[in-house]
């Protein structure tokens, strides 16, 4: 279409030139001027329709485009809403596990502290007539029963809450893929938006009947077609990056993938382990109750990794975010934090699994949940965040996180990251740091 914008421009060009000559020449005479105008309004005309035809076919390219960036926006509008309500159905369900979990683990132990089959017998020996053993027999039951109760309740919740985190990875994805399309979106409007404004200015330039004002135009329309030609090199370009980024995103999922059934495996045997000794000790009297509490709480810190990978805790506390054993990635699926978690196992530091974890809430739930702490801004510490330029683009729900590889005088920081939107490794510097939180693994 450009060949034959400039074409139409170029032959309106020689038109308007040859019949340019007898008015500039000031010897010329009045009737002849006036001939070689008329020449000149003629030849326009009979490319007016040409012109207007490459107008409106381009306009109508622009609303459609321009209609198509609405519908995207409502798309990510109600990500972003559903987003919202599934981080809050995450956390409630987290909470809940970790509650019921302190619970069965305080029975657990009151049961091997007590000898709770010791006691069961001695109940039903002891006891003074066949309807005292009755009653006692029917409260053990019960007991069992509302433990049994519990614990598939548990797996019931756990079940849930890997749907739920499973639903956010998939938003995550549709987010990036939707703002990816967005963007470029806005770059073929651009694209498209300036060659409706060469073709616009070629139809001023073809019924231009004044020297001065060809010249103006054309001086126009050149400065136009070279935006043109920027806006289709820059969307070249974008287009090789999206490329380049989804290739990496290849990649690093069918490595990750691996690792996830692997863990997913171990998993499903120790939740199995898990149920089958809290059976057998499922019920243990009031009075021991107060005897365990102080080693719940000691304990409780390492429920915090609710997600299909398992966490073997590290052997300097319980609430700590480093582990120095191998585990499976609990971010796998090619985004930011899956980039930052591999940055830091390839020193021998795996970071724990942070609920809801996405990006930009590291910066709260991280140091939260004991995972990472608040540290200053410094080469190789982890950067997290909302803010438009840190992410690259706005309201975003999910965040962003990078790894800072250097901190500038005028306060930017240069970061190294990896993601849909910017490629496995991309780099970027002088971004500013207002709103950026600096973390470090406990």
């Known amino acids: ?24 020449n000031v010897f010329a005479d009045t009737d002849s001027d006036i001939a070689a105008q008329d020449a000149t309004i003629s030849s326009a005309q009979s490319a007016k329709a040409q012109a207007q035809a490459q107008v409106d076919s381009l306009q109508a390219k622009v609303n459609s485009l321009q209609q198509k960036q609405a519908s995207t926006k409502a798309e990510i509008t109600k990500i972003e809403n559903e987003a919202k309500a599934l981080n809050a ?20 132990r009151s049961a091997q502290v007590n000898s709770s089959a010791t006691n069961y017998l001695d109940a039903v020996v002891n006891s003074k007539s066949l309807t005292d053993v009755i009653q006692k027999v029917t409260a053990i039951a019960t007991v069992s029963s509302a433990n049994k109760q519990m614990l598939e309740q548990q ?9 739920k985190s ?62 043109a030609q920027e806006a289709a090199a820059k969307q070249a370009a974008y287009e090789a990056q999206q490329k380049q980024a989804a290739q990496a995103q290849a990649a690093s999922t069918a490595a990750t993938t691996k690792a996830v059934e692997q863990a997913t495996s171990s998993s499903s045997s120790s939740s199995n382990s898990s149920s089958s000794s809290s059976n057998s000790s499922s019920s243990s009297s009031s009075s021991s109750n107060s005897s365990s509490s102080s080693n719940s709480n000691s304990n409780s810190n390492n429920n915090n990794n609710n997600n299909t990978t398992v966490v073997t805790p590290p052997s300097s506390g319980g609430s700590s975010g480093i582990n120095s054993t191998p585990i ?42 004991g995972v990472l702490h608040v540290v200053g801004a410094a080469p190789g510490v982890i950067a997290s965040g909302f803010s438009t330029d840190f992410v690259g683009y706005a309201g975003s729900p999910y ?16 970061v190294i990251e990896g993601g849909s939107g910017f490629g496995w490794g991309h780099t970027r510097s002088h971004v500013s740091a207002a709103g950026v939180t600096f973390l470090m693994p406990n």
């Open 399 to 414: 965040g962003h996180v990078a790894i800072v590889t250097g901190v500038n005088s005028d306060g930017t920081i240069n």
């Open 166 to 227: 499973e639903t956010v990875k998939k938003n995550y994805n549709q987010f990036v893929a939707l703002s990816q399309s967005l963007n470029s979106q806005a770059q073929e409007l651009t694209s498209q938006q300036a060659e409706l404004k060469v073709a616009t200015l070629n139809y001023q330039a073809t019924i231009a009947t004044a020297q001065d004002k060809k010249d103006s135009l054309l001086a126009e329309k050149a400065a136009a077609q070279k935006a």
């Open 155 to 163: 797996e019931q919740e756990q079940k849930e809450l890997k749907q």
């Open 328 to 369: 499976g990635n609990p971010y796998a699926g090619g985004g930011c934090t899956d980039y930052v978690w591999q940055h830091f196992a390839a020193q021998g530091i795996y970071i724990r699994n942070i609920m809801p974890g996405n990006g930009g809430q590291w910066a709260s739930n991280g140091p939260a949940q």
């Open 1 to 24: 279409m450009k060949k034959r914008i400039i074409s139409a421009i170029l032959l309106s060009t020689v038109v308007l030139t040859a019949a340019a000559a007898p008015v500039s």
């Open 89 to 108: 159905q995450i956390q409630a369900l987290t909470e809940s596990i970790a509650q019921r979990t302190k619970t069965l683990e305080a029975q657990a």
